[in-house]
């Protein structure tokens, strides 16, 4: 790939959340019990904004496009843009767009998610984002993002940009017959494992990266503390991941995505792009929240 024409810049598409994370639980809450947490974090959180977070902490120029609130939430969590050091030229603020909380519950080395979305994705700088001079690449953080803007990837095409997509598990959409001519043009799909089974009905690895890359020039399937999987044409590879203490497993994938674009565009051959990316995800989990630490401020609770 390689850089070319001075486009360097990731322009990354998604919802942000406000991550409420709590840690040191012993177990996942259950209807009719309480449970205690030793640790509750307070971060923003989203698939696009970590990926930009990462992107940034790895010399790439990332660019937030996307709807951010203007209610006491949302206001309270703004400085932590600044100091993730993306670009928040394309950022929408708009009062319909928070607050979305997303709670995070983590014990070990698993997690549980509750969000709530507000209005709706898209914002309105879509097609100057689209049209920037420095933009190269668009990384769209969830599915349901398409949905709702259908023709979203033909549009980024018709600029010459490159398009990448991460599924994001939607209970309402990962089981459907979804997947349709909105995802055309897509030249990389970054899907865990849970995701990947859905979408192929199998929970072989193997079986559902041959099934995926029949349809998308290039695969990268995440499978947590195991590793990864890619497959680019007919080529396949794998890599495990090195042990490391998983403190907050949130926004692993998205840092892996990261690692993995930001090798990719730096015309990396695709096995360097596995190993970056697991590289990225092992050295998110190892800190609670999903952005580099080096980058963020917590907003600590208690």
């Known amino acids: 790939m390689g850089v070319h024409d001075g486009r360097e810049g990731v322009l990354c598409l998604g919802r942000i959340y406000c991550d409420l994370v709590f840690t040191g639980s012993q177990t996942m809450p259950v209807l009719g019990r309480e449970i205690f947490a030793d640790n509750l974090d307070i971060a923003l959180g989203g698939g696009a904004f970590i990926t930009a977070a990462h992107l940034e902490d790895l010399a790439r120029p990332a660019m937030l496009l996307a709807r951010f609130g203007t209610d006491a939430v949302s206001r309270a969590l703004e400085g932590l843009f600044e100091e993730s050091g993306i670009d928040l030229s394309f950022l929408e603020r708009a009062a319909d767009a928070g607050p979305q909380v997303t709670v995070a519950m983590v014990e070990r080395a698993e997690r549980a998610f509750l969000s709530r979305r507000a209005g709706h994705a898209i914002p309105r700088q879509v097609d100057a984002a689209f049209a920037s001079p420095s933009v190269r690449h668009l990384h769209i953080a969830e599915y349901a993002t398409?949905?709702?803007a259908p023709d979203l990837v033909r549009?980024?095409?018709r600029h010459g940009l490159t398009v990448s997509l991460d599924p994001s598990?939607?209970?309402d959409l990962i089981h459907s017959d979804a997947f349709g001519s909105e995802v055309d043009g897509i030249d990389l799909l970054l899907p865990n494992l849970a995701e990947a089974t859905a979408?192929?009905?199998?929970?072989?690895?193997y079986s559902a990266l041959t099934a995926l890359s029949n349809r998308f020039p290039i695969v990268a399937l995440k499978a947590g503390a195991d590793g990864a999987f890619v497959a680019e044409g007919k080529k396949q590879y794998e890599e495990e991941a090195a042990p490391a203490e998983a403190v907050d497993t949130t926004g692993a994938g998205d840092a892996f995505n990261a690692g993995f674009l930001a090798s990719w565009l730096n015309g990396d051959p695709i096995h360097t792009c596995l190993h970056e990316g697991i590289e990225r995800g092992s050295l998110s989990v190892q800190t609670v929240g999903g952005a580099p630490r080096?980058?963020?401020?917590?907003?600590?609770a208690g």
């Open 294 to 300: 080096g980058k963020r401020r917590r907003v600590e």
């Open 155 to 157: 549009r980024a095409r």
């Open 169 to 171: 598990w939607d209970a």
């Open 199 to 205: 979408l192929t009905g199998t929970n072989d690895p």
């Open 146 to 148: 398409l949905v709702e």
